[in-house]
Structures are given as structure tokens and as C-alpha cells.
């Protein structure tokens, strides 16, 4: 008996503990996800047949993530569209998965979808929700009617180059020896810092900004009838407002100025980009590939404007969240 009492007393103990432990966003994992599928409960239509969502979302974690981040999202859709979409909360790439790379990454998320359209044989659309390294899985990847493609947060142009990785203050020794060490966050750090080697191809991410005869990068992210980019204007410490944003960092907009949405006061300015030109041929020779960080981001750029995107600029002056930014741009919990 007094076994039990203690076992009972050491476990409440540890539930307290975890409970005093900040939840934050992607750098949170759960074992145990209550469901990973949002899908509405079917109804009938005028001839009494049953009226089944044709729509899938598909939201994808970042870094060290988990399909749990994504809980309160996923609700909010169904929420809001209860009749036409299935949300699926990948859990094919968590918590230390995450590492492995954006290639397997992207094989393992590409295999999930497969697996859940073959549950949901009504789909008839697909879109992509990715957050911060989620945005790049779901690049790698892309029968279902492509409709948007939404990236938050998303390093896009890397973490090699000046100032994108805010944490470091702009300091070129503290972003080398970053860039020098990033094989310890494993093939993940690698391609986020270009310094992949894959024989004699150039890095990861600058060859996901073309196509070529193995791989049709640009060609899905072209199919999808819209893409949008979200991108912290500021306090986000992990990712460069131009990363995340696809601009150089000459055409970001002045932070004077900016005018709050009244709608959403968190946003501070949108703009449409049109497709810059579709035809242009994207140089990729191993003279680039070897270059400077500002060399590679002028490839990405030119490659990935090609298209056309939204732009929305996000800031959170003035919320408690503020120093989250990069996970409450994500919206894991009700602001």
C-alpha cells in the first residue's frame, strides 16, 4: 500500500512539473496526439445521399514539430468549412525525425498523402499548409487538383546568407561558425546552411528553385492556383523576414509606414508579385553552387519569382506572443 501511495505521489509530482513546462509551438513535442485528422461528419444532400469533402489540407510541422502543433488550426478550418474539407496534421516528419533531411522528409510526407487520398477516394483538391521547415517538405513534394500553397515563417532562401538567421545580430563570425557547425542539427542543418554535398550537384535548395530532368520542382509549385508567403516583420529569431518573404532584402518594405489591417491588426502589409518571368532559364553550374551565400539567394529568388506569389508581412508589437513570433505566426493556441 504504501508502495502504491508513493508511486502515485511521485507521478502527480511529475504531472506538475510537465505542467509548468512552456508549450512552444514547434519546438514542442507530444507522444500522444489526440487525432491527426480533422474531418466533419458527412450530410445529406437534397437527394438524401450523403455529402463527403472533396477538399484535403494538408499541414505540415516544422522543426522538431509535431502534428499536435497544428491542433487548433485544423479545427478552425473545419470550423469554418465543416461541409468541404479534410485537414490531415502530417506525422510522418516529428520532433527528432526532423532532422533527416528536407529529402527523406519530403518522400515520407509524399508517402503519407498518398496513403490518406486512398482513404478519402471523394478528394478532388489538394492544399499545403507548411510551417518554417514544414514549407520546404512540403516543396519537396507536390491526381488531386492543386489549389493553394501556403508557407509561414518559411526559410525559403536558406540560413547560410547575411541576417538570416536574426538570432545572430547580422554577426559574420557567429553566421560562419553557425554555418560551419550545422551537420549537428544533421542533413536537415546541412541543406538549410546549402553546405550539402551530393556529388557534383549544387545544395538541396538551390536545385529545388528549377526543374530538371529528375525532379519538376517548379513545374508543382506552378500547378497550384495560389501561393502565398507569411512572414514575421519582426521579433522572429530564427528566420530572416527576406526568407521568408522571398524578397531581397533592398525591396523589403520600410518598417515606417506600415499600416495595421483593420480586419486582422496583426497584419502590416500585403502585396501581389506577379510571376517575374516564367520562361527565363535558371543558371544552376557548379560556378554558382560554390559561390557566395549572396549568390545562391539571387538563384532562389530569381527562381522561385518566376512565379507568382502573395505576400502577407506580419508583426506582433505589441502581443505577449511577441517573442514567439516564429511559432505564433504558426497559430498553435487561441491568441
Known amino acids: 500500500m504504501g508502495l502504491e501511495v508513493d508511486k502515485l505521489k511521485t507521478k502527480k509530482r511529475k504531472k506538475n512539473i510537465y505542467y509548468f513546462i512552456p508549450r512552444f509551438g514547434c519546438l514542442r513535442s507530444d507522444d500522444a496526439v489526440p487525432g491527426a485528422e480533422a474531418t466533419p461528419a458527412p450530410e445529406a444532400d437534397g437527394n438524401g445521399r450523403d455529402h463527403l469533402p472533396t477538399h484535403l489540407i494538408v499541414m505540415?510541422?516544422?522543426?522538431?514539430?509535431?502534428?499536435?502543433?497544428w491542433r487548433y488550426a485544423a479545427k478552425q478550418f473545419v470550423k469554418a468549412y465543416p461541409n468541404d474539407v479534410i485537414v490531415h496534421c502530417s506525422e510522418s516528419n516529428s520532433t527528432m525525425l526532423t532532422f533527416d533531411g528536407v529529402d527523406v522528409m519530403g518522400k515520407r510526407l509524399a508517402d503519407e498523402v498518398i496513403s490518406v487520398v486512398a482513404r478519402h477516394p471523394n478528394l478532388q483538391k489538394i492544399s499545403f499548409v507548411g510551417h518554417s521547415l514544414g514549407g520546404?517538405?512540403?516543396?519537396?513534394?507536390?491526381?488531386?487538383?492543386?489549389?493553394?500553397?501556403?508557407?509561414?515563417a518559411t526559410p525559403h532562401l536558406g540560413s547560410r546568407g547575411h541576417k538570416q538567421?536574426?538570432?545572430?545580430?547580422?554577426?559574420?563570425?557567429?553566421?560562419?561558425?553557425?554555418?560551419?557547425?550545422?551537420?549537428l542539427l544533421g542533413r536537415?542543418?546541412?541543406?538549410?546552411?546549402?553546405?550539402?554535398?551530393?556529388?557534383?550537384?549544387?545544395?538541396?535548395?538551390?536545385?529545388?528553385?528549377?526543374?530538371?530532368?529528375?525532379h519538376k520542382?517548379?513545374?508543382?509549385?506552378?500547378?497550384?492556383?495560389?501561393?502565398?508567403?507569411?512572414?514575421?516583420?519582426?521579433?522572429?529569431h530564427l528566420v530572416g523576414w527576406s526568407s521568408s518573404s522571398l524578397r531581397?532584402?533592398?525591396?523589403?518594405?520600410?518598417?515606417r509606414g506600415l499600416l495595421e489591417n483593420p480586419k486582422y491588426p496583426h497584419i502590416i502589409y500585403?502585396?501581389?508579385?506577379?510571376?517575374?518571368?516564367?520562361?527565363?532559364?535558371?543558371?544552376?553550374?557548379?560556378?554558382?553552387?560554390?559561390?557566395?551565400?549572396?549568390?545562391?539567394?539571387?538563384?532562389?529568388?530569381?527562381?522561385?519569382?518566376?512565379?507568382?506569389?502573395?505576400?502577407?508581412?506580419?508583426?506582433f508589437t505589441g502581443s505577449v506572443q511577441r517573442f514567439m513570433a516564429h511559432n505564433t505566426i504558426q497559430v498553435c493556441l487561441n491568441p
Open 188 to 214: 536537415t542543418g546541412k541543406h538549410l546552411f546549402l553546405s550539402d554535398c551530393d556529388g557534383e550537384k549544387p545544395p538541396l535548395l538551390l536545385r529545388m528553385c528549377s526543374d530538371s530532368e529528375d
Open 165 to 183: 538567421v536574426p538570432i545572430f545580430c547580422g554577426f559574420y563570425a557567429m553566421e560562419k561558425l553557425a554555418s560551419r557547425a550545422s551537420g
Open 60 to 69: 505540415v510541422n516544422g522543426i522538431i514539430g509535431s502534428a499536435q502543433n
Open 136 to 152: 520546404l517538405v512540403a516543396r519537396k513534394i507536390a491526381g488531386l487538383e492543386p489549389v493553394n500553397f501556403i508557407t509561414s
Open 217 to 236: 520542382f517548379i513545374s508543382a509549385l506552378q500547378s497550384f492556383e495560389r501561393r502565398v508567403a507569411y512572414a514575421n516583420a519582426r521579433f522572429d
Open 248 to 255: 531581397r532584402r533592398k525591396e523589403l518594405p520600410k518598417r
Open 270 to 315: 500585403e502585396e501581389k508579385l506577379n510571376a517575374a518571368n516564367p520562361k527565363e532559364e535558371i543558371s544552376l553550374d557548379a560556378k554558382v553552387a560554390r559561390g557566395r551565400a549572396g549568390d545562391m539567394e539571387e538563384t532562389m529568388i530569381r527562381g522561385l519569382t518566376k512565379l507568382s506569389w502573395e505576400r502577407v508581412d506580419v508583426s
